[in-house]
């Protein structure tokens, strides 16, 4: 199953082992790849077999599940598996690359994935397995947690990928004894993550992935809590000087969509920040004027 391949730590070869076919130099088994790694818009390689990515997601998800019937649950291997294949997929979406069926699968062993992640805090006596193995219930937590959201991603479940995000990993919580926190991720990691995960949907060029940014309550949240890191989202796929303008061609214009660019300002407009800007702090500043 693979397994020998992340237990080590290095470069897996697991996403790529699911194909018997031998793809072209420079591209995957499921198309060509650019160099930010994402799927290639120009399509996919007539060398890949139709049912790859469906096998791909369905074997991680089993990878995933066989990690948490070890002892002690080897979360650690699991979350790389998975994140190794959101990332050889690139962003997909529904009705996309990935069947309904490995859907299905792969989204009910996410769910799987995430009972474990609560079941990891069970406290254990001192000879558990989990003690002797110095990994703690809450290392384990948030393995668990990335691994479903990694697989959530892999199947195009993206919105369902934030909501875990914010709900688990968030806000640090304690067990209903109060006797131990929750793992957790830093706010920075958090907003981070969040912020390049709504862009690159954004910046996937597809209607869904832009509608989901566009109406999702995580883009609303770091708009108000980080500002420019909010902007990002909307911003990172933009040229960032005047040669690249020049050169970029008129179908890739950030601007040339019909409706978004119109949405985006109206969201903005929306937005109240939790840090409000000063325009007077703002003027005394750039002039060198002590407000004191």
């Not at 369905?58 to 998975?82: E, I």
């Not at 690139?90 to 859907?103: C, E, I, K, L, R």
């Not at 792969?106 to 990891?120: G, R, T």
């Amino acid at each position: 199953l693979g397994l020998a391949d992340f237990d080590g730590g290095g470069a897996s070869g697991w996403p790529t082992e699911m194909s018997a076919v031998t793809a072209p130099k420079n591209e995957g088994h499921f198309g060509a790849f650019d160099e930010a790694g994402g799927t290639s818009r120009r399509g996919t390689s007539s060398t890949a077999s139709s049912a790859s990515p469906a096998a791909l997601v369905c074997g991680t998800s089993l990878l995933c599940m066989v990690c948490t019937k070890m002892v002690p649950p080897n979360a650690s291997v699991a979350n790389r598996a998975a994140k190794a294949c959101a990332a050889k997929l690139g962003v997909v979406f529904p009705g996309g690359t990935v069947s309904v069926a490995a859907t299905s699968v792969c989204e009910q062993v996410a769910e799987k994935l995430l009972k474990e992640a609560s079941a990891s805090f069970t406290l254990l006596n001192v000879s558990s397995p989990i003690s002797a193995s110095h990994r703690t219930p809450a290392t384990i937590h948030v393995e668990l947690v990335e691994a479903a959201v990694w697989l959530l991603r892999a199947c195009g479940k993206h919105e369902r990928a934030i909501e875990v995000l914010y709900d688990r990993l968030q806000q640090p919580k304690k067990t209903p004894d109060g006797s131990v926190f929750l793992g957790f991720w830093s706010q920075i990691k958090y907003e981070s993550y969040t912020a390049t995960h709504l862009s690159e949907l954004w910046g996937s060029g597809e209607d869904q992935g832009c509608r989901l940014v566009l109406e999702s309550q995580a883009t609303r949240r770091l708009l108000e809590s980080n500002s420019p890191l909010g902007l990002g989202v909307f911003t990172a796929m933009h040229p960032q000087n005047e040669a690249q303008w020049k050169s970029m061609v008129a179908r890739d214009d950030p601007l040339a969509h019909p409706s978004y660019p119109l949405q985006v300002v109206e969201l903005l407009k929306s937005i109240n920040p939790a840090v409000a800007y000063d325009d007077n702090r703002a003027t005394q500043d750039n002039l060198g004027i002590d407000s004191s």
